[in-house]
Every structure is written in C-alpha cells, then in structure tokens.
C-alpha cells in the first residue's frame, strides 16, 4: 500500500504543481531568504490530506508546515517538499518536483525506508524502497558499477541561500573541484539533483545547507541504486546532518578529498 500511495500522492500533487506553471504566483520570502508561493501550498495541501486519511498515525515533517508532534522513539514520519526549486518555478525556469519520503525515528534519527521524487516536466517519477532497490518510472536504477574518470565525471551541486562566510567557503569549494572536473551544474533544487544522480545522469552532488526535506528522499534513491552519501563531517549520513556529497563511490571519495 505504501508504495501505491505514494506514487498516487506523487502524481497528484505534480498535476497541481503543472496546472499553476506558467501562471501568475502569491510570492512571500520567508526568513532564510527562500521563498514560498500559493502552489507550494496547495500541493502540500494535497500531500498532508491524504497522508492524515491514510496513515492518520503518523507524523508530519513538511518544509511549509513544519513538524506536526515531537518525535518519539519507532514513530513514523513523513518528510515532505511539496515544492523543492521554487525560485525556478516562480520563474518559469522548468526544474522543480516534489519529494516525499516515509521514515522511521530509529536512535533519535529520521532513518528513510520509503522515497520518491517526481519530475512534473520531465514526466520522471523516482521510487525507492529500503531493501528494495529504487526505480525511474518501474525501470531499476544501478550506479554501482565503476565511475568515468574524476575529469570526465559530470556534476551538480549547489549553494542554497547562504551569505557571507559561508557562501565564500561554498565557491572555494566549487573552484577546487571545477578545477579538476569542468562539467558542474547548479540547477536549484536538491531533491531532483539527487534523483538525477541515483538514475546516473550526475556522476555525484554536493550541498551544505540542505534540510531533511530536500533530501530524505534523495539521498534512499542514491544509496538503493547502488551509490554512497556521506556526510561533510564522516563516512556516516543522516538527513539532520550538515554537508552532503551522494552519488558513484569513487566520484563521491573524490569530491570529498578536494572539499574537505
């Protein structure tokens, strides 16, 4: 059932997000500098009604409406971004989705068992499932098999809304591996990035800043089609950690070596 409504809720919401492309948007900028519209709203809308009328049990984690109870050991949560990239949405700019992952208070930690992200332009949904592989529209992701060379690899990252010192060390970081790796995209919606990397487009990504939202359900689909996340700070990755680097294995040892 799980898996189901998942893809359902997906497709639901993506259809709200196409039908208000294009077309005129409430903006409000919220206190981190992002910004959110009338159409992150309506599809969270959709996204929480139906998690309340089907698994009325669990909890909410969503980037608009924050968390609905304080987590407790063996609670189910889940994570949800009813808009990630709605700079480029706001803007026409076609590279946007949505993300939703179910996931398991396990030692205090949100641990991910259930993830997809769908790409309302692009007509891609991504599902993956603890154990159970991570699929593109029902064809089987692999990435564990051996990366390009770190110069021919093509990457992604991004430098989320940071200021100051912290966008600073975000360019340094982006220059020490542009200057072993040219082809690097910065396409504002991590979520999505993350899919792109688990379906094998990307080679790897890296991001500091990023919330349990953007990637809860990213970072399942890279490590269930064969690839790695790791955290800025160790090997180890949970979705309330800061910095991540995600995708082929040598690809991420790499990015890791000239960042860190």
Same mark, same amino acid.
């Given at each position: 059932?799980?898996?189901?409504?998942?893809?359902?809720?997906?497709?639901?919401?993506?259809?709200?997000?196409?039908?208000?492309?294009?077309?005129?948007?409430?903006?409000?900028?919220?206190?981190?500098?992002? +910004?959110?519209?009338?159409?992150?709203?309506?599809?969270?809308?959709?996204?929480?009604?139906?998690?309340?009328?089907?698994?009325?049990?669990?909890?909410?984690? $969503?980037?608009?409406?924050?968390?609905?109870?304080?987590?407790?050991?063996?609670?189910?949560?889940?994570?949800?971004?009813?808009?990630?990239?709605?700079?480029?949405?706001?803007?026409?700019?076609?590279?946007?989705?949505? $993300?939703?992952?179910?996931?398991?208070?396990?030692?205090?930690?949100?641990?991910?068992?259930?993830?997809?992200?769908?790409?309302?332009?692009?007509?891609?949904? #991504? +599902?993956?499932?603890?154990?159970?592989?991570?699929?593109?529209?029902?064809?089987?992701?692999?990435?564990?098999?051996?990366?390009?060379?770190?110069?021919?690899? #093509?990457?992604?990252?991004?430098?989320? #809304?940071?200021?100051?010192?912290?966008?600073?060390?975000? +360019?340094?970081?982006?220059?020490?591996?542009?200057?072993?790796?040219?082809?690097?995209?910065?396409?504002?919606?991590?979520?999505?990035?993350?899919?792109?990397?688990?379906?094998?487009?990307?080679?790897?990504?890296?991001?500091?800043?990023?919330?349990?939202?953007?990637?809860?359900?990213?970072?399942?689909?890279?490590?269930?089609?064969?690839?790695?996340?790791?955290?800025?700070?160790?090997?180890?990755?949970?979705?309330?950690?800061?910095? +991540?680097?995600?995708?082929?294995?040598?690809?991420?040892?790499?990015?890791?070596?000239?960042?860190?």
């Amino acid at each position: 059932m799980s898996i189901s409504f998942l893809e359902e809720t997906l497709t639901l919401a993506s259809q709200e997000l196409l039908n208000r492309f294009n077309h005129s948007l409430s903006i409000d900028v919220k206190s981190d500098f992002s +910004i959110v519209t009338d159409a992150d709203l309506a599809s969270e809308k959709i996204i929480l009604e139906r998690i309340h009328k089907y698994f009325p049990k669990d909890k909410i984690f $969503s980037e608009e409406s924050g968390m609905s109870a304080k987590r407790q050991e063996g609670d189910y949560y889940w994570i949800v971004d009813p808009l990630d990239g709605t700079t480029n949405y706001s803007r026409s700019y076609p590279f946007f989705c949505v $993300s939703i992952a179910r996931a398991k208070v396990v030692s205090g930690i949100f641990e991910p068992i259930l993830g997809g992200v769908i790409n309302p332009i692009g007509s891609k949904m #991504y +599902i993956a499932e603890k154990g159970g592989g991570a699929f593109c529209n029902g064809k089987k992701m692999d990435i564990s098999g051996p990366a390009p060379e770190f110069n021919k690899s #093509y990457l992604c990252t991004g430098f989320y #809304y940071n200021r100051g010192k912290e966008l600073e060390e975000d +360019i340094i970081r982006f220059s020490k591996v542009a200057a072993c790796c040219q082809p690097i995209r910065r396409d504002g919606a991590a979520a999505l990035d993350l899919a792109l990397t688990a379906e094998g487009i990307f080679d790897g990504f890296w991001e500091k800043g990023l919330k349990p939202w953007d990637i809860a359900a990213g970072c399942l689909l890279v490590t269930e089609s064969g690839g790695v996340v790791r955290s800025y700070e160790s090997g180890d990755y949970h979705v309330e950690q800061q910095g +991540i680097i995600s995708g082929r294995e040598s690809t991420v040892r790499r990015i890791a070596e000239l960042i860190l």
